[in-house]
Every structure is written in structure tokens, then in C-alpha cells.
Nanobody, 125 residues
Framework: QVQLEESGGGLVQAGGSLRLSCAYSGRTSRLYNMGWFRQAPGKEREFVMATSWSGVTTRYADFVKGRFTISRDNTKNTVYLQMNSLEPEDTAVYYC??????????????????WGQGTQVTVSS
């Protein structure tokens, strides 16, 4: 199993930036595709970005619009989500997740079997 822990959330004004981190531990002998999702109050969890185990391939949701960047440092077992030009609509709990099955980078939450506890991001207008 893989354990995931997010950090870096907080309160920021519109137009500001945050960098979320996701530290993973456990079965790290095999590297996994990693994804970021978010869930706003009263809404379903939605895909944000994902990266392949090597970091070469990424996928992103349309609303990212070039504002967010995903990266990973496999020497530190950490995945990052750099978020710039934040908008109030980005307010949500952000979760990182690991796809333990391998294969193509997926945007589907059901493909990810290990999840962190989430970190709150609040963007004020």
C-alpha cells in the first residue's frame, strides 16, 4: 500500500499562488502515476492534473488553462502542484492520489486506489 500526505494549502487572495506538495511512502520501489483532484463544498470530486511515474506525460483539466503545473521529484518521493493566478472558484479541498495499476495517465478518480487526506485551499476575492 502507499500512504500519501498533502501539504501547502491555505488562504490566498485572488491572483495569488500556492504550491501543494504530496509526500508518498510505502511501496515506493515501484513508481506510480500520480494525480491531483479537488472537491468543493456540495460538488463532486473533480480531476485537476496528473503525471506519469516518470514525469514525462501529464494530463490536465480544461479549467487549469495554463495556470497550474504538476511536477514530481522521485528522489524525494514527492509530487507538486504549483497553482498560479488562483481564482475564488479554485477554492476546494485538494487531494493527491496514486494509480497503483499502471497504464496510461488517467483523469478518472476510480483509477486511483490510494488517496491522501486532502489540504484546504481557499481563495478570497
Amino acid at each position: 500500500q502507499v500512504q500519501l500526505e498533502e501539504s501547502g494549502g491555505g488562504l490566498v487572495q485572488a491572483g495569488g499562488s500556492l504550491r501543494l506538495s504530496c509526500a508518498y511512502s510505502g511501496r515506493t520501489s515501484r513508481l506510480y502515476n500520480m494525480g491531483w483532484f479537488r472537491q468543493a463544498p456540495g460538488k463532486e470530486r473533480e480531476f485537476v492534473m496528473a503525471t506519469s511515474w516518470s514525469g514525462v506525460t501529464t494530463r490536465y483539466a480544461d479549467f487549469v488553462k495554463g495556470r497550474f503545473t504538476i511536477s514530481r521529484d522521485n528522489t524525494k518521493n514527492t509530487v507538486y502542484l504549483q497553482m498560479n493566478s488562483l481564482e475564488p472558484e479554485d477554492t476546494a479541498v485538494y487531494y493527491c492520489a496514486a494509480d497503483l495499476n499502471g497504464g496510461p495517465v488517467s483523469s478518472l478518480p476510480q483509477e486511483y486506489k490510494s488517496w491522501g487526506q486532502g489540504t484546504q485551499v481557499t481563495v478570497s476575492s
